[in-house]
């Protein structure tokens, strides 16, 4: 379909109509490539008519323009058993036979012949004029530059006699600037030309007319009717473009395509293969190949001086000055300027700069795909060559360093010293405005420059180390680890130590834990030390202190420092802060004195706002103190506000970003928020390093807990299973063994947990960690050792559990170990410590914890008489009023639950359950896989038969909770 080209198929056509007189032409059809001028002669051949013209067709081709008469006989062939209208008689047939053979005697004997003397050429030249004297002829040559000596010396002959002779020859004519047009015989078969047709760029209205036409009638074929519903906008009739948004679609297409059809035509099918809705910016970024492999075509047919330019141009990009251009490319300025020219008219410049370069002439491609079409059309060492002297060109004239960086690197040569210069003052450019990954790119780069060892290289690798760390952090500390050593001065290696993030010292590679020590140790005791010497110090002592908390001599060491200091301490300061972090920590693995530990962390957290900084520091470990310490919202609020800080400065997958949600991800296990919990540890388990512990390590103990507390395990399963099996050293040995237990439960083997869960518990014990808030192995392996038959064994694990949990002191702590301990006690004690985990966690901020416990306590008494259990429960020992409002509660709520507990389905329990721990319904809908409706519709149900009004009330109910077989599905879920 073309389109705008009405004006010039007329032009056309009324030299045809003049052949009805017996008058010809020879119409030249111009414009640039892309233009749509072998379109337009393939639109007038098939336009014509049974009863009009005869139409000859030829094309030049580059790989035939040596082939004498390559053209002639292209036009020639089948012209033999011509198409003349029936002869009206006999003797008409038999003198039409006669002048058939003679024209066949011709054609075939040029078809014999190398060469065309002027007197064949004009014996061949009758020919045709008397095929033309019993009906017209269209004669379409495209692509004439290519056309050989011969052909085109044939074609003037017949051009002579145009004028007199229904014959019409339509003709691609090359630009001016193509060395073709100055060959004498091209040049005068075009002096013989009488009508010009150019060709222009498309108008607005008809790029939008050639989208609607594409898109619409590509959806069409795919079944996507509507997918530019409301797209299409009007047309502002003052300025004859469209508005609204397939206007902003209309100008986007005209300022990547400038109004050529063919660009237009690629890139429009570069969007109908995406099948979504048409947008401006899929526009102005799509990269059509088609479009560079024409425009490397339409090069080859330039001279050398004009290749050169485009290399130039292609090399250096866009808005390159043209002195900067001509030098690259060897040219003197009059000289550039004609092969510019020469590009210009060939149409591989825009004709005008684009909007956003109004303010520059420099010149640019007319598309950006041609400068990278024609750069990737040189071979590997023509493009070094380029780039090497590119770069040397632009040092040379003071070019900005990120500049010449990039050739440097295209290059790929081992740089000398001013190019390492060049690529570190780059890198650093880049590293500021957030771009690691380019920043990465020229220090590796820069190290093949450098010697093996030597503080140059180790400054370098230090950069790189910098760099990497928020795209390839375990990349960054094996680096460091390389550069330590070859540091001049403790100073320096304590300097650089120092800037890796706390966290990182979780699980560090080898030699870096030996380098740390060396440091600290010729650095000297920090007391001692002022300004940044003391800084470095106090830095090191902290991340020396957290890389050995899993040695029992240093942790207890730390403990000890925690008694002593954590009342005192004031985290006001950055290394201050650290230090109150760090032992807040070490107090809560220890299980030491929940409301101490939870002020001191507090303090440190709450000392100064979010930033995204506090992720290096050892905050995270005040945070994680925080949440065993039952301080989940505050902890939770800074975690959300760090996550966000995060994402903003290094994307959602960036090292920051990744900490923050492994963080958060543990946190929302500790509110019971599982589903989000499990969604947010495998993505961040999807997208980080393997090997980067402090983060995969976090999302892993985030998804083991949400199976073992009964949560979304369907979701939590998969992720957890695959990271495992990549590589058993990857974890550390607790968190490992801990992991296998529950995937082992999951699968239904209750000895292979119950073994794993006892060797995470060992591992806990050899390093000192007793706080069953970290990990409750004992009640684990207690529900074990009970389902196995072996309830003396659970009973003894079960008491030291809980003997541990009392003297961390955090409610939600205790209450969960009393909920699992009344769950394996029968009778009235089992009774009495449901009773007790219901007080206890009343009022805590673990809201379904509370809710099982509820639950718990509400089925046990109606297991039996249940006004007999709560007297004898109650009168066993002196009641507070605390327990007096406690048993109130018990009754009045436990009596709805008998009522309604046979009228809720399964599935209107769960929902229950998940509304009372605080939940959504796009987070219910969520976690059990239905929609949004659905869940609404449940929850109406259990309003109406329960006869509550909404949340609040249903909250206040015992039957807060699935059954707990039916929610606690595996074995290990307590």
């Known amino acids: 379909m073309l389109i705008e080209r009405a004006q010039e198929i007329e032009a056309i056509q009324r030299a045809l109509d003049r052949t009805r007189h017996g008058e010809g032409a020879l119409v030249a059809v111009s414009g640039p490539f892309g233009s749509g001028r072998s379109a337009l002669l393939r639109e007038l051949g098939g336009r014509t008519h049974p009863s009009g013209p005869v139409v000859l067709r030829a094309g030049g081709a580059r790989s035939e323009s040596d082939i004498p008469l390559g053209v002639a006989r292209q036009l020639l062939h089948g012209m033999c058993p011509a198409a003349d209208a029936a002869p009206a008689s006999e003797a008409t047939e038999r003198a039409d036979h006669v002048e058939r053979t003679d024209r066949a005697d011709h054609v075939d004997r040029l078809g014999r012949t190398d060469r065309l003397d002027r007197g064949e050429g004009l014996r061949l030249r009758d020919v045709v004029l008397g095929l033309a004297a019993t009906r017209p002829l269209l004669m379409l040559v495209d692509d004439l530059r290519w056309a050989d000596v011969p052909s085109l010396r044939w074609l003037a002959l017949i051009g002579e006699k145009v004028a007199e002779t229904p014959i019409v020859i339509v003709v691609v004519a090359p630009h001016p600037a ?82 050529r059809p063919l660009f237009l035509a690629a890139v429009l099918r570069e969007i109908r293969r995406s099948r979504r809705r048409p947008w401006p910016g899929e526009a102005r970024t799509a990269r059509p190949a088609s479009i560079g492999g024409h425009a490397v075509r339409a090069l080859a047919e330039l001279d050398p001086a004009a290749h050169r330019i485009a290399v130039a141009l292609a090399v250096l990009g866009p808005r390159t000055d043209t002195s900067q251009l001509f030098t690259l490319a060897g040219l003197s300025a009059p000289d550039g300027t004609t092969a510019l020219a020469a590009l210009a008219s060939a149409g591989l410049l825009a004709d005008d700069p684009a909007p956003h370069f109004a303010d520059d002439p420099a010149p640019r491609f007319a598309h950006d795909v041609i400068g990278t079409a024609v750069e990737n059309s040189l071979d590997a060492a023509a493009g070094a060559h380029w ?184 985290p006001r300061t950055g290394p201050d802060r650290d230090r109150a ?44 103190a925080m949440l065993a310490a039952d ?16 994402r903003l400065s290094g994307g959602e997958r960036g090292t920051d970003a990744l900490t923050a949600d492994a963080e958060r991800a543990f946190a929302l296990v500790r509110r019971g928020r599982h589903a989000e919990a499990a969604l947010l540890a495998a993505r961040t388990l999807r997208h980080a390093d393997p090997e980067l512990a402090s983060v995969t390590g976090r999302c892993c103990e985030a998804l083991a807990l949400t199976i073992a507390n009964g949560g979304s395990a369907d979701i939590a399963h998969g992720p957890l299973a695959q990271y495992r099996a990549l590589d058993d050293s990857l974890l550390a040995p607790w968190l490992g063994h801990a992991v296998d237990g529950v995937l082992a439960s999951l699968a239904g083997d209750t000895a292979a ?4 869960t006892l060797e995470a518990g060992r591992e806990h014990e050899l390093m000192g960690w007793t706080n069953p808030a970290v990990l409750p192995w004992r009640s684990w392996a207690a ?92 009168g066993n020992e002196p009641r507070s009023k605390t327990s007096d409002a406690a048993h109130g509660r018990v009754r009045t709520n436990s009596a709805l639950a008998s009522s309604a507990a046979a009228r809720l389905t399964p599935r209107e329990r769960r929902i229950a359950v998940l509304v009372a721990a605080g939940q959504g319904n796009l987070s219910i809908a969520t976690e059990l896989g239905v929609s949004v409706r659905a869940v609404e519709k449940h929850l109406t149900n259990v309003y109406r038969k329960l006869g509550v009004t909404g949340r609040t009330q249903l909250s206040e109910l015992a039957l807060l909770a699935d059954l707990a077989g039916r929610e606690n599905e595996s074995d290990v879920a307590v």
């Open 178 to 259: 193509d060395p073709a047009a100055a060959s004498p015989p091209l040049r005068d078969l075009l002096a013989r030309v009488t009508d010009h047709v150019p060709l222009g760029p498309l108008s607005p209205d008809g790029i939008s007319a050639m989208i609607a036409h594409c898109l619409d009638s590509s959806h069409g074929e795919h079944g996507g009717h509507g997918e530019l519903d409301g797209f299409h906008g009007g047309f502002d009739g003052s300025h004859g473009e469209p508005d609204g948004a397939h206007g902003e679609l209309v100008r986007a297409c005209a300022e990547a395509c400038g109004g």
């Open 753 to 756: 947990a119950l073994e794993h």
């Open 387 to 570: 780039h090497t002297k590119a770069a040397r060109a632009l040092h040379a004239a003071g070019g900005p360093p990120v500049d010449v960086a990039r050739h440097v690197l295209a290059a790929g040569n081992p740089p000398d010293d001013w190019e390492i210069c060049v690529l570190r003052a780059a890198a650093r450019t880049h590293l500021a405005n957030s771009n690691p990954a380019l920043a990465r790119k020229y220090l590796l780069q820069a190290l093949l420059g450098v010697d093996h060892h030597g503080p140059d290289r180790a400054e370098l690798l230090v950069e790189l180390a910098g760099a990497e760390w928020t795209i390839a952090p375990v990349s960054g500390v094996r680096h460091l680890v390389h550069a330590l050593p070859d540091l001049p001065t403790p100073a320096d290696r304590a300097r650089r130590i120092a800037r890796l993030p706390v966290l990182a010292w979780e699980s560090p590679p080898g030699g870096l834990g030996t380098q740390l020590s060396d440091t600290a140790k010729a650095l000297g005791d920090p007391a001692l030390l002022d300004g940044e010497s003391r800084a470095s110090a106090l830095a090191l002592d902290v991340r020396m202190d957290f890389a050995n908390l899993g040695r029992i001599r240093p942790f207890t060491e730390t403990v000890r420092a925690f008694r002593r200091e954590g009342r005192h301490l004031d």
């Open 631 to 646: 301080l989940l919202d505050e902890a939770d609020a800074w975690l959300a506000a760090v996550t966000v800080t995060a």
């Open 783 to 874: 529900r074990f050792q009970y389902r196995l038959g072996r309830p003396d064994l659970a009973q003894d694990l079960i008491v030291r559990e809980y003997e541990q949990a009392m003297a961390w002191g955090a409610p939600s702590v205790v209450g969960r170990l009393l909920r699992v301990w009344a769950g394996m006690t029968e009778g009235e004690p089992g009774v009495e410590l449901a009773l007790r985990a219901v007080e206890v966690l009343d009022g805590s901020a673990d809201r379904l914890e509370t809710a099982k416990a509820h639950l718990l306590l509400g089925l046990r008494l109606f297991a039996g008489d249940r006004t007999a259990a709560v007297e004898r429960s109650a």
């Open 581 to 624: 972090a760090l032992l807040a920590y070490a107090g809560m693995l220890a299980g030491t004195d929940s409301a101490t530990v939870g002020e001191l962390a507090r303090r440190a957290v709450l000392a100064a706002p979010p930033a995204v900084d506090d992720l290096h520091t050892a905050l995270p470990l005040a945070a994680r």
